[in-house]
Each structure stands twice: as structure tokens, then as C-alpha cells.
């Protein structure tokens, strides 16, 4: 067993809390990934991709692969947002090079065969998985549980994959907006509920993350990025009064901008096209921040991306800055740039 530290004097959540900290603490989305050859052998050794996310050993064993290699400040929960489409009925499969794929839901009459009162028994592993990762991780490290937000949940749902427009969710939104709302609600309620079931197993901090954020017009932006969020949010704190919630709305632009307040999210993760001195004056000035080094440039190395750090370090000096990238870590990035990205922010002073 380890002796964890209490959530608050955790290194992660200091800085959600918007406590002053020597070095802004470090994690990366999609740490736990193909850029690792541990994680290559163990997802051999599960058979497929959903056969890792639902074995609780094998999950637990990639979740802390990352932290045994670089010492993040935070883990994640290995699972994937398309699990609770999955839980809720829809047929799910990965297919290699191609991602993934969902059996489309084509009209509102098939909303009816989604199963909100199923979701658990199917998502139980994910809840094992937590708990193992909880019980094994070091004492100063912060474990995030997560899921997808309602819309970008919504856009694979109706399209059926990813793409580059979420034509399918759009035609929704602009032909049926009020079938939509019917599966926002849905999505809302079933979020709340994993996410409740990740805390209860010992997630200390949620992320939802929101992909697709940055497809919609304004009006259709608050009625299904902002709403569903702050809904969630809401419900969680009920429960968890104190819970910090990261919210990720990709490409959400000048909507990043009053986006914690409307939802009351804790923090933002910010993608790597936001500009650092508009994020610095008009959301760190209110708000923790999390990024946002463009994935590609820790791919690339060298002094560009030593540069490009720096540059992110010199904007959020000070306070309650989290390093993380804009968006996953890319497959192909060489293992020696993350140590590399590492040395510089732990050498790094904070002071002014
Ligand atoms: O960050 C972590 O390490 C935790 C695990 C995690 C995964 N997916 C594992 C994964 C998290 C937080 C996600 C979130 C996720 N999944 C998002 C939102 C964030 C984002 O990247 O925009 C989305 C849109 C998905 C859906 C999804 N899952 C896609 C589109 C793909 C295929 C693209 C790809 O990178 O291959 C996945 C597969 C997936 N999810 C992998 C991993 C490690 C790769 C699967 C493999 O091992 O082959």
C-alpha cells in the first residue's frame, strides 16, 4: 500500500487551487500511449485497444507506465470517451489506421434503444481499474478521471466516426435541435453518473473533454457546449462540493474566453492554437490554465520546441500554471523529447 498524500498538498491540485508553485506541475494528454513501447506490448498482450480499456490489470499496468518513466505530476485514467457510448448500446470497434467506429445513430426514433440503467454493469472494469490505479500510484501524484463532454460524445454518436465536420451532429443541431437536446440530456445524466462512479473509486480531479468543440456558431455553441457542461459540473458539485473540473473546448477561439465562468469550470485546457498573451491576460488572470505546446513540436524536438516552452513558461510565470500540450501526444514522438521537455520545466524557476 502506499501512504498518499491528502488530494490538497498534491503538487497537481495546488495549482487547480491557484496556489503559488516553485514549477508548474506536468502532465500530458494521451501520456499513456503508442509512444511508448511498454504501451505497445501491453495492448499486444490485451489483443485490441477495447480489450485493454476493460481489463483492469492491463489498464492500471498502462495508466502507470508514463508515471514510472517520467514522474508526472498526474495520471489519467486509461479508458476512452467512446466507452459510454458503448456502455449505452451502441456498437463500438477500433479499426486499425482508421480509428474509431460506431454503428450511427440515424433518427430520433433510435434514441429510444439507448440504455442510461445498463451503463455500469458494462463499465464496471473502467470503476476496477481506478481503484487499482489509485492504491499503486506515488504518494504526490494526482489521478484524473475523465470523460467526453455531450456534444463531441454526440458528434461520434451521429456520425458514426471522426471527421472533419460533424456533418451529422450539425444537420441535428440546424434540422431537430429540440432530438438533439433529448441526447444532450441523456448524455448529461449518464456523464454524471460515470464520473460519480470514477470519483467514488478514488479519481481526485475530472477532465471533460470537448474535441469538437470548435465547430458550432455562438447560439449553438452555449445551447450545447456551454449548457451541458455547466449541467454537469452543477450535479458533480452537489455531490463533491470541493471537485476541480478541467474543461478542454478544442478550437473554442475567443469562446474560450468567459467559458470557466458560464460553466464553472475549474480550469482550462487550452489547444495550441490559443495565443499565450490574450490566454494570460484574459483566462489565467481568473482562471488556472493547463497548455499548450503544439503536440507536433514535441515530435520535432530541438531548440524550436526548447523555445516554444519557454515561451509558454515566460507567459504563466507566477502561479497556478499546469505544462500540457494543446492536444494528445502523437504516436511517432521519440520518448528522449518528453525527457528532454522535462529537464527544462524541472530546471525551471517560476520566480519573476
Ligand atoms: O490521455 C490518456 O492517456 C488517457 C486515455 C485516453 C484515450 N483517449 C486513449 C486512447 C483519453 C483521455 C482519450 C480521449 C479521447 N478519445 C478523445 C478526446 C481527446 C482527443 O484526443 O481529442 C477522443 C476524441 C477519443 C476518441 C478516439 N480514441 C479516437 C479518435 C481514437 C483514434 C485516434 C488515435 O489516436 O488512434 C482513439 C483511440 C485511442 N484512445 C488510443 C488511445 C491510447 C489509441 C488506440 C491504440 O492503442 O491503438
Not at 130 to 152: D, H, M, S, Y
Amino acid at each position: 500500500m502506499n501512504s498518499a498524500l491528502p488530494a490538497s498538498q498534491k503538487p497537481f491540485i495546488k495549482a487547480l487551487n491557484g496556489e503559488a508553485l516553485p514549477r508548474p506541475p506536468v502532465w500530458l494528454m494521451r501520456q499513456a500511449g503508442r509512444y511508448l513501447p511498454e504501451y505497445r506490448a501491453t495492448r499486444a498482450q490485451a489483443g485490441s485497444f477495447l480489450d485493454l480499456c476493460y481489463n483492469p490489470d492491463l489498464a492500471t499496468e498502462v495508466t502507470l507506465q508514463p508515471i514510472r518513466r517520467f514522474g508526472f505530476d498526474a495520471a489519467i485514467l486509461f479508458a476512452d470517451i467512446l466507452l459510454l457510448p458503448q456502455a449505452l448500446g451502441q456498437e463500438l470497434r477500433f479499426q486499425e489506421g482508421e480509428g474509431p467506429l460506431l454503428a450511427a445513430i440515424r433518427s430520433e426514433a433510435e434514441l429510444g434503444k439507448l440504455r442510461p440503467e445498463a451503463i455500469h454493469a458494462r463499465l464496471e472494469p473502467v470503476y476496477e481499474a481506478v481503484a487499482r490505479i489509485k492504491a499503486a500510484l506515488p504518494a504526490e501524484t494526482a489521478l484524473i478521471g475523465f470523460a467526453g463532454a455531450p456534444w463531441t460524445v454526440a458528434t461520434y454518436m451521429l456520425e458514426g466516426r471522426g471527421g472533419n465536420d460533424q456533418a451529422a451532429a450539425k444537420m441535428w443541431a440546424f434540422g431537430n435541435p429540440a432530438a438533439l437536446d433529448r441526447l444532450m440530456a441523456l448524455l448529461v445524466d449518464s456523464t454524471v453518473s460515470y464520473l460519480d462512479r470514477q470519483i467514488q473509486a478514488g479519481a481526485e480531479v475530472v477532465q471533460l473533454f470537448d474535441t469538437w468543440a470548435g465547430v458550432l456558431p455562438d447560439e449553438q455553441f452555449q445551447r450545447y457546449c456551454v449548457l451541458p457542461v455547466k449541467m454537469i459540473i452543477q450535479r458533480l458539485r452537489q455531490k463533491y462540493p470541493a471537485l476541480p473540473v478541467i474543461a478542454f473546448p478544442r478550437g473554442a477561439g475567443a469562446q474560450y474566453d468567459g467559458f470557466a465562468a458560464a460553466t464553472g469550470a475549474t480550469a482550462l485546457s487550452l489547444d495550441y492554437t490559443v495565443p499565450l498573451a490574450w490566454a494570460r491576460d484574459r483566462l489565467w488572470s481568473k482562471h488556472p490554465v493547463q497548455g499548450n505546446l503544439d503536440p507536433r513540436l514535441l515530435v520535432a524536438g530541438g531548440p524550436q520546441m526548447m523555445q516554444a516552452v519557454q515561451r509558454i513558461l515566460q507567459h504563466f510565470q507566477g502561479r497556478n500554471h499546469i505544462f500540457n500540450l494543446g492536444h494528445g501526444i502523437l504516436p511517432e514522438t521519440p520518448p528522449q523529447h518528453v525527457e528532454q521537455l522535462l529537464r527544462l520545466l524541472r530546471g525551471a524557476s517560476m520566480a519573476a
